[in-house]
Structures are given as C-alpha cells and as structure tokens.
C-alpha cells in the first residue's frame, strides 16, 4: 500500500480531466480524491498497490481527454491515510504559479449537435447545450479554479436535472461547468432595433427574417455577429452601407461543408483546420464563376468561410432557407466588437432591423480567427477564438509583458518558458479598444496567477499608445521597459515559433518605425543570439503625406516614381497610366499638384522601405485599386489579380549595397508592353527573388542555415512560395510562422523572444533599439 | 546637447528644452506671482490689490509678408494675446528689432506701420524700444514685451471637471495659410493668417461672465489647439474631452490641410483664445464671444473630465475617440 500527491499542470480544468481521472482511479482500483487548484492546475491523492498507482500514471499521460494536454506532473509520496473511496473534491484556490492554463473555447461537439436534434432530449433545440468536450471557456471564465461560480454561469443555478448530470461520474457532462438546459439555463430574445421583444420562438423567428432579407444581430460566443442573408446581393450591399464598410471583404458562415465546395475548392489541410475544434474563419479561393455575390468580398480571389460553431448556429440554419450567412462582428470600422446587451441597443440600432441577445454575460470578447494557407502551410491572420489562451513556447522563463503594436493588436504574457498571446485587440490608436485591452491585460495577469513582472516590451514607435501605455506601466509598477524595433520583432516571432538560434530574416511588412526614425518595410535582417543587423532594405522613397500615402496609394506610387523620374514627368506618366487614380483623391487634380509640391519641397513627407507601399503602388498603377477602406486592400487586390497573371516578364530588381532598388522595377514595369496580370504577376516574382537571393547571399556569408519571412506580407502566396523555393534551392532550410500570425496581430510574440534575449544579456537595448 | 528646429517647435522636445535647461539655469524666477517656472503665458507681479502682467515675445515668421498680416502685426498681437490670456489688460509695449544688414527700408516701414496699426486696434501704446542692425543675412526679427494689469491673473492651469471648453474662432488658419505660401503651395482658396490681438474677446467674456469664472485661458499657437488643451489638461491634472465636428474650422483650412496630411489641430493660431468656464456660464461666455467681430465664429467643442487626467480625447461620432497628442515635431507614419 502506498500513497502519492501528484500535481498535473498543463490544461487540465475545462477538459473534462477530473472526470477522467476519476474512471481511470476506479479502473485501476485506486482510492482519494482529484480536485482543481486555483493555478489551473489539479491535484491528485491516489492510494493503492504500486503497481497500480503506475498503469494509473500511464493512463494519465496516455488517454487523456481530448482538449486536456499535460504539461508537467509532480509526484511526491506521501502517509496513507486509508481513503475508503475515490472522488471529486471541492476546489481549492491553492497551487502555485504554475504552468497550467484555461482552455481555449471549444466549438459544440458532434455528440452534443446530435442531441440538439434529438425531439425526446431534454436538450432539443437548446442553444446552449455543452458538455465536458465542448462549449465556451475562455470567454465565460471570470477567474480560477474553473467552477462554476468563476464563470459567467454562476447566475444560471443548476436544475435537478442539469445538477444529476454533473455529479453523475458516467454521464459525459459530470463536471462540466457551463452545463444547462432550458430550464435552467441562459436563454435567447429577439428585439427589434428600438428595443421592442418580439413573441414567439426567437430563433425560428430570427432566421426567418435573415430569410427576409433583414439584418440580425446575434449574441454568440465572443461577441456579436451581424448576419444575414449572404446570397442577397441587395442585403449584403446594404449591410457594406449600414457598416460603413464599402469594400472589406466580409466572413461568411456556411451550413456544412458541401454548400462550401458550391462556391469555394477546399484543400485537405483547409478542410482540418475549417473542422477543427476550433472553426476559425478560413480563407478559401473562390470558384469561378462564384456563384455567390461578388460584393461579398470584392476584387478578391478568395473568400472567408467558416462553419457553425455554436448550437446558436446550427438552429438558425436548421430554421433557415439560405444556407449561408454573413457573419461580420458588429461594429463600426475600428471599434471594439459589441458582446454587451446594453452596448447593442445603443450602438447598433442603425446596422441591424433586429437583435437576436442572449442573457448570458460575455466575460472576454473574443473574434472569430481568420486563417489563410498560404504555400501550403498555415498561416494566421488573426488569432483569436479558438487558439487564445493557449501558448508558444519560449526558451525565456523571465515573467514579462509584450504590448503588440498598433493595428491588429494582440498583446501576450510570457511566463515559465511560453508567451501566451492575447485575444485579438485591434486598432489600439482607439481609446475604446485601449480600455479593452487595459482589462485584457487585467484579465491574463488574473488567470496567469502572475503577480511581478520583470519586463515591459513595446514597439519603437514612439506614438502608438501601446508604447505610451507600456511606459505608464512600466512606471506605475516599477518595472523595467525595453522598446524593440517593429521588423526585429516579426524576425523574432519567427526564431520564436521554431527555436532558432540565428537566422536570416526577410521582413516585408507595411509599416513600423525604425532604428533611424524612417519608416521601414522591405528589411533583410540577420537575427541571433549574438547580434542583430539590418543588412538590407528597399531604398528609402518618400511618402508625401505620411500616413496619407497608406490610404491613398498614388501619394506612393508617386513618391516611389520620384526616385527615378523628375517631378515633371511624374504627371505625364500617371496621366498615361492610371489618370482615374487621379480623381480617386478626394480633391483631385488641386491635391494631386499638391502632392507634387510636397515631393519637389519635402513638406510633410516622410521616407520609407515599405513593401506593402510598393505593392499598393503597383496597384495604382496597374488600376487594380486606388483607395485603401481596410488594412491591406491595395496590395491584397494586387495579388488577387497577379493570379490571373500566367508570363514572367523577367522584371529584375537590383541591389546597390544594402539597397534594394524597387524603383527600377518600375521602370522596367512602364517601359514593357504586356497584360496588366502579368505585370502584377511579374512584380510579385522579381521582388520576392530580389529578396530570397539577398536573404541566401546573405546567410551564406554569416553562415546561417536558416531564412525566415515574416510581416503582412508573408500571407502573399506568390512572394512567400517563390522566395521558399529559392531558399530551399539553395540548401537552406526556410521558415514563416504558422502557429504565430506573421503579421502585427503576432508581433508580441517577437517582442517577447527579445524581450528573453536583453533580460538574459545576449543582446543589449541599444542593440534593439539603434 | 545641440538644439534643434524641433527645440523650437512647441512640442514635447521644445517642453523638454525649457524644463530640463533653461528653467534649470535661471534660478530666480519670480517676483512673487506666477513666475518663470509656471510656463504661462507671462508673469504676474502682485501690486496693490492688482496684478502687473509682463511677457515677451520673438517673432521670426517667414515670410515677413503673409497673407492675412505680417511679421509687425504678429509681433504686437502675439504679446498683446499673452497679456490678454492672463486676463490683463494691455497697458504698454517694448519694442526690440534686429534687423539684418542690407533689409529693405520700404519693407522696414511697412513693418512699422502694420505694427501702428494694430496696436491702435487694442489699443495700446508701444512706449520704448531697441534697434540692432547685424551682418548676417536674418532679414528682420521683431521682440515685444508688455505690460498689463489684471484684477485677477487666470492661469492656465485652473480648468475643473464639469467645465467647458470653447475656442474664439477657426482652428489651423495662421499654420496652415503660412506653410502653404511658404512652400507655393496652390490650394483652391488663398488661404489667409487669423493674426489679431484678441483682447476684445477675452474683455468681451469677462464682462458677461466675470473675471473669476474663466477658470482657464490660452492662446493656441506653436504646437495648435493640441497643444494648448494638453497643457491645460495636464497642468490642471484633469482630463479634456473635445467633439472633433464642434471644432470650427474653415473647409478651405480643412481641404488644405488633408491635401497636406497635417492637421489643423496641430498648427499656430494666432487670433484665437481658448477658454475654459464653469458650464453654467458657458452660453454666456459664447454669446459674448460672438458678440465680439473676433469672436463670432466661436465654439463650445467640449469639456473637462475626470477620467484620462492629463490627457486630451477628442470624440469623432461613430469613429469612436482618439487621444490628442501635442505634437511632436516631425510626423512619424503608423499606418501599417
Ligand atoms: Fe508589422
Ligand atoms: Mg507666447
Ligand atoms: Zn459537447
Ligand atoms: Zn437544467
């Protein structure tokens, strides 16, 4: 007879582990107790034969439930004490600051949809059935342990019923928290836009009117979605108007998969990831002709498509005619997405006719991901529900804190060796968004049980508000501060996600501040545990108008022109090529002459390498797009139409030095003779080889084996797979991230590899910095 | 350390400039009111049951002829504003000029002559004066001092929460008028300088509402309106909300200065005077303003809050808030 105390950490609570070490104890004849810890952590006493306790410690690593994932197990043996049976124990705020974290939310399961439609389950048609496999979890968690009054159920008291369940150990919902049923449980209404309830089954009556033709708001998971009918033409451009959203492609919801492959091929890799647990959006590429309106997502090859993840869902499609919805968080451009009943009356009584809410509280808002494949691999736009709070691992162990960047925000916590990124923020140059992320941060700290900090990491921009943010924190706790360089940082993300040492990183990106107060984008960048060094970059050319030239690309196509053309010619060869770009300016020929002064007399102008400011150039150009409504438009158009592009036209782009020299691309672009595609096509293909040759030439010098692509630009297939093949060619191993998003949205994970480098005194802050 | 055009600007690096030097080198710095270290507008000198309001003020536009005015109206309206937004009264102007060898003596008389005739719009008499001529090619630099006397010296420090925050007129005129003749930039419009003294304005207010209910005053010019609501906001330790679509601005102001990428918010007003009251007077203090020839494109735009001390947040509708920065010198892109 012997007895241990073991102490699993990892993700443990929410999965349903409690209830299963609880069948493994009786089946190997154990007697104690398992109970969860405030760490997220959970604590086991098992009494019994040796040679039991261990097939019981086997079966503890081996069978695990599905979402559960062990991190590390401590075992310490301990007096018996004679326990006469093996059960559940209350939970104790106990533990320590350990490695143990709250899963992410899981999308319903099969065994639950299929009660769902069950008529004689007590469950039928209920939205929010759960069970220890599936359900929200993040989103619902106020605190540790994970019970039930640490959630937003806590208002919801169990039923007899429910409460039978939860405490039976055979039934598949013992111990799930969120568990409910009608009687019980949350509940949904519908309203119209002035807030009037509308009688009757609010689901069924909801899809009808998304039938209609109206526009719903629906209270989900994270947050609120609008929806509606996505085979409508007039709906859909009515919802752009409502949204101030007149170009933005937006995400779809399709019933099940075969209404997908009616208008988008699916890829096997594409099709795991859309049936994955945790059903993000997935961009696929469209059929032609699609056969779904083409404003849906505008002058895109592919469009964003996810599946049912909540009962919510699959009732509305079950009442439903169309099979496909659009499902866009409600919100105006940059805001943070409503979840809040309240917030929905006021703010969104002018986008949607109708208001589908439910009374359950969402505790931390959560977008849906978005998830591209990109050469293949998978690449991640927007990490988000489903992935957040799980974590990256770090060969760093300090407790820090790294603040993202500016747009497509996420901020993450780096602890015990993992960097556990944030949510997806947003556009932090807003103060609502500023003070979601202020209580995200909040948040993580409370369920991270991390209580001091040894580092704040922020970008070098000296006017986003995370760098401001940043230093108040940093102050205000007494901690110390570092700023990283925006480019170094996507490198590191990269080092980040594969456990480099060193390597060549190309970093193509729209904008970040750099080391010498220029705006940078187009950077080679030797990164390891010795030094970091900008080895190459696309010449600096100006943009007139800062920030203006992101939104009107002419203004960057102008300034890239200037460099090889006299401001006189400038007019002769927009006006031959792409004079509608001309009127795209909101005052036209007066601001274009302006702009032209501006170039000849450098007012407000500012110097950059940007790659995504070239692209959006050759867009202009090319008269693909003039205008930027969302992040990216302009250069995503561009690559949408280069696919269409079949010749190489052999453009080159040469490099002087540590310049790469965009300009003479166009140059050769304007003296050619050749469809437009396949000029678009061709730009793709000579900047991605200007780059992948300096990157090898590069690597091969300082003897690295590794290259690396990271920023926005890394979701451009025909950059990212054509610099691939020259790495590959060449002997040396390539990589991009494909857990991290490549672009802002996962820099924090970068900022915290450095973070890990400066603490640990590899590199030093000027290193960073200068 | 090498001083820079940005030391000059009135931005945060100017702020640095005067905190950590120069207030750190001049010792005394107070005649027993608001002295040196307040960095106000000018200084206050208890005397009697009165106050005596001293500033100066070097001017150096370029070009000295703008349209809307030139370098003599400036130089007296920009002393005659520092003594008005003390709340003093304009009692009498120094006059320094350093004038480069070889500047034109017709121009030189212009200059005068502007100056004559914008003191006799306050009015108030220029009573001494010093002339330098020197080798290097600088054109002309004119320095005013004055004197003024205040009842009651309003600082710009005093905003409370609950307040109100109005502004006399158009926002972004003078800066933007400027930097487009500077730079011959053509715009649809000729664009013309606000330059003034806005003595009226503010005499204007005090009569209606009384000097001791204009808890804050300042004239926006070096760094705009961004820069003058955020000294206010921090000196006061109070929060400043402002509605972008309340902030009056000329739609060829506005028009230049998207075409620039500037924003109006940013640049010298030279004319106008911000004005922070209690919200009972606000109407009152309006009506005053608009009464005056100055004043009567005058706003309330916002006001003061308790949260976001020391900050200054302007509310843009649907596009949410933003925070309004000082400006800092060169602008830096963040757009990715
Ligand atoms: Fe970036
Ligand atoms: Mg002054
Ligand atoms: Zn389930
Ligand atoms: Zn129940």
Request: aromatic share 8%; charged share 25%.
């Amino acid at each position: 007879m012997k007895a241990y105390r073991i102490h699993v950490q990892g993700i443990v609570q929410a999965v349903g582990f409690r209830p299963f070490v609880y069948r493994i104890a009786h089946e190997h004849d154990l007697k104690g107790y398992v109970k969860n810890l405030g760490d997220a952590g959970v604590e086991i006493v098992v009494e019994g034969h040796e040679k039991n306790i261990n097939s019981f410690l086997r079966d503890l690593r081996e069978k695990l439930p599905p979402l559960a994932r062990i991190e590390r197990i401590k075992k310490r043996e301990v007096p018996v004490q004679g326990f006469d049976r093996f059960y559940i124990e209350k939970s104790s705020p106990g533990g320590s600051e350990g490695d143990s974290i709250i899963p992410p939310d899981v999308s319903i399961c099969d065994d639950c949809v299929r009660e769902l439609f069950d008529p004689t389950n007590k469950r039928y048609m209920y939205p929010f059935i759960v069970c220890t496999n599936c359900g929200p979890r993040f989103t619902i968690i106020e605190d540790l342990p994970y019970d039930r009054e640490n959630t937003t159920m806590k208002e919801f008291p169990m039923c007899d019923f429910c409460e039978s369940e939860y405490k039976d150990p055979l039934n598949r919902r013992y111990h799930a928290e969120p568990v409910c049923c009608p009687v019980c449980g949350p509940s949904y209404r519908l309203y119209t836009n002035d807030g009037e309830e509308i009688i009757g089954d609010p689901l069924k009556k909801a899809a009808e009117l998304i039938d209609k033709g109206y526009i719903v708001a629906i209270k989900g998971i994270g947050g609120i979605h609008l929806a509606c009918d996505a085979t409508r033409e007039d709906v859909v451009e009515e919802l752009r108007k409502r949204t101030l959203r007149p170009q933005k492609p937006f995400a779809i919801m399709a019933k099940d998969i075969e209404t997908i492959k009616e208008f988008a091929f699916i890829g096997p890799e594409e099709l795991e990831e859309l049936t994955s647990y945790r059903k993000p959006i997935v961009t696929l590429r469209k059929k032609e002709p699609f056969p779904l309106p083409e404003i849906l997502a505008p002058g895109l090859h592919t469009i964003g498509v996810m599946l049912p993840y909540a009962g919510t869902h699959y009732i509305l499609f079950h009442y439903s005619k169309t099979p496909v919805y659009v499902m866009t968080s409600a919100n105006y451009p940059g805001m943070p997405m409503v979840k809040d009943n309240e917030k929905a009356f006021e703010e969104l009584k002018a986008m949607a006719d109708y208001l589908l809410l439910h009374n359950r509280k969402i505790l931390n808002r959560a977008d849906d991901s978005v998830v591209r494949f990109v050469d293949g691999k998978r690449a991640i736009i927007r990490r988000s529900r489903g992935f957040v709070p799980l974590s990256i691992g770090i060969p760093f162990g300090y407790r820090g804190l790294a603040m993202g960047a500016e747009l497509m925000n996420a901020f993450g916590f780096s602890k015990n060796g993992k960097i556990y990124p944030s949510q997806y923020i947003g556009n932090t140059s807003k103060v609502e968004v500023l003070e979601f992320m202020r209580q995200a941060i909040e948040h993580f700290k409370k369920i991270l049980r991390i209580k001091k900090l040894d580092l704040i990491v922020a970008d070098l921009h000296p006017s986003y508000n995370t760098t401001k943010l940043a230093m108040e924190m940093a102050n205000e706790l007494g901690v110390e501060f570092l700023q990283v360089q925006h480019h170094y940082a996507h490198i590191a993300s990269v080092m980040a996600e594969h456990n480099l040492d060193e390597i060549v990183g190309i970093a193509v990106d729209g904008v970040g501040y750099g080391t010498d107060g220029h705006t940078w984008g187009g950077e080679v960048i030797y990164l390891s545990y010795e030094d970091v060094e900008r080895l190459a970059h696309i010449d600096y050319y100006p943009l007139p108008g800062g920030d203006l030239a992101s939104y009107y690309p002419l203004r960057a196509l102008m300034g890239i022109l200037s460099n090889v053309y006299g401001i006189d010619e400038l007019e002769e060869i927009i006006e031959k090529c792409c004079p509608k770009a001309v009127e795209s300016l909101p005052y036209r020929r007066v601001e274009f002459n302006v702009i032209l002064t501006q170039l000849a007399k450098e007012v407000n102008t500012t110097y950059a390498s940007s790659t995504g400011r070239v692209l959006d150039a050759f867009s202009v150009l090319l008269n693909v797009a003039y205008r930027r409504h969302y992040e990216g438009e302009p250069a995503m158009k561009l690559e949408s139409f280069a696919m269409r592009g079949k010749n190489d036209l052999g453009f080159t782009v040469p490099a002087e030095g540590e310049l790469i020299k965009v300009e003479e691309m166009f140059r050769q672009a304007l003296e050619v003779n050749a469809a437009p595609a396949d000029v678009a096509y061709s730009v793709h293909l000579a900047l991605a080889r200007s780059f992948g040759e300096i990157a090898v030439e590069k690597a091969k010098e300082f003897g690295v084996k590794n290259v690396g692509i990271s920023g926005g630009v890394a979701f451009n297939e025909l950059i990212v797979k054509t610099v691939r093949k020259i790495v590959e060619a060449n002997g040396l191993k390539f990589y991009s991230t494909y857990e991290v998003p490549r672009g802002d949205n996962g820099i924090n994970v970068g900022q915290a590899f450095l973070g890990g480098l400066y603490l640990e005194g590899y590199l030093s802050g000027e290193d960073l910095m200068l | 350390m090498k001083i820079k055009l940005e030391h000059g600007a009135g931005g945060e690096i100017m702020e640095e400039l005067l905190r950590d030097v120069i207030l750190k080198n001049l010792s005394l710095n107070s005649a027993g009111g608001i002295g040196l270290d307040a960095l106000d507008d000018g200084a206050t000198i208890p005397f009697g049951d009165k106050h005596v309001v001293f500033t100066i003020d070097g001017h150096t536009v370029r070009p000295i002829f703008f349209p809307g005015g030139d370098i003599g109206r400036l130089a007296i309206s920009g002393t005659v504003n520092d003594l008005a937004v003390m709340g003093a009264q304009p009692i009498a102007l120094a006059n320094s000029m350093i004038i480069g060898e070889g500047f034109d003596g017709e121009d030189f008389i212009k200059i005068l002559r502007s100056m004559d005739e914008t003191a006799k719009e306050v009015p108030v008499p220029i009573v001494t004066g010093d002339t330098k001529v020197v080798e290097d090619d600088i054109g002309i630099f004119v320095i005013t001092a004055g004197i003024g006397i205040a009842e009651r010296p309003i600082s710009d420090a005093g905003a409370k929460v609950g307040d109100v925050v109005l502004v006399s007129g158009t926002i972004g005129d003078h800066g933007i008028a400027l930097m487009g003749h500077r730079e011959g930039i053509a715009f649809e419009t000729e664009l013309k300088s606000d330059v003034a003294p806005v003595w009226e304005v503010v005499k204007s207010v005090a009569d209606a509402i009384g000097w001791e209910n204009i808890h804050a005053m300042k004239d926006p010019t070096r760094g705009g309106l961004s820069n003058a609501l955020n000294e206010m906001a921090r000196k006061a330790n109070v929060g400043i909300l402002i509605r972008e679509a309340d902030v009056p601005i000329k739609p060829e102001v506005r028009a230049a200065s998207e075409m620039l990428g500037i924003s109006p918010f940013d640049v010298a007003n030279e004319g106008k005077v911000v004005m922070i009251v209690p919200k009972e007077h606000a109407e009152d203090a309006l009506e005053a303003m608009r009464k005056t020839e100055k004043g009567r494109n005058a706003a309330i735009i916002g006001e003061v809050i308790e949260d976001y001390r020391g900050k200054v947040l302007v509310e843009t509708g649907i596009g949410g808030k933003r925070f309004l920065e000082p400006p800092a010198g060169d602008p830096v892109p963040r757009v990715c």
